[in-house]
């Protein structure tokens, strides 16, 4: 157990007071990037898109199967001559996945690249604020 010579919590008259403590170093009053609301931002925006994207290509096709598996008369109805309704639907899967991923890309394009271009150019500017220092 160590001694202090000089309790702290005494007050002698020739006990110079304790030193004050040292003043709170200012930072930036910008939070790093790595805690960047921004960057929260930007993982729900790819999250959302991802699951629409997701949801109507698989929603799609689990309609196509629970219409073949319950509605069969529906499914072998003639659409067309010569065309039953299950083999367009099965035709239509393509599509409808490609025009998932058209919708996605364009989203993204309008909406998710934009706030990433922003959030790179500031990682840039903190990383070339941080090797000036």
Do not use: K, N
């Not at 790819?46 to 598996?69: E, I, M, N, P, Q």
């Not at 922003?118 to 604020?129: A, G, P």
């Amino acid at each position: 157990m160590s001694h202090d010579p000089y309790p702290h919590d005494l007050t002698y008259p020739w006990q110079p007071p304790p030193p004050p403590p040292p003043a709170p170093r200012r930072t930036d009053h910008r939070t790093p990037l790595g805690h960047h609301s921004d960057l929260r931002i930007l993982r729900g925006a790819y999250r959302r898109r991802r699951r629409v994207a997701t949801l109507t290509a698989l929603g799609y096709f689990v309609l196509f199967l629970v219409l073949s598996a319950f509605a069969p008369s529906l499914m072998t109805a003639g659409a067309a001559p010569g065309l039953p309704t299950g083999l367009l639907l099965a035709l239509l899967q393509l599509p409808v996945t490609w025009l998932a991923i058209a919708l996605y890309e364009r989203t993204a394009r309008r909406h998710v690249d934009p706030l990433a271009d922003r959030i790179r150019r500031q990682s840039e500017i903190d990383v070339r604020r941080g090797a000036t220092r």
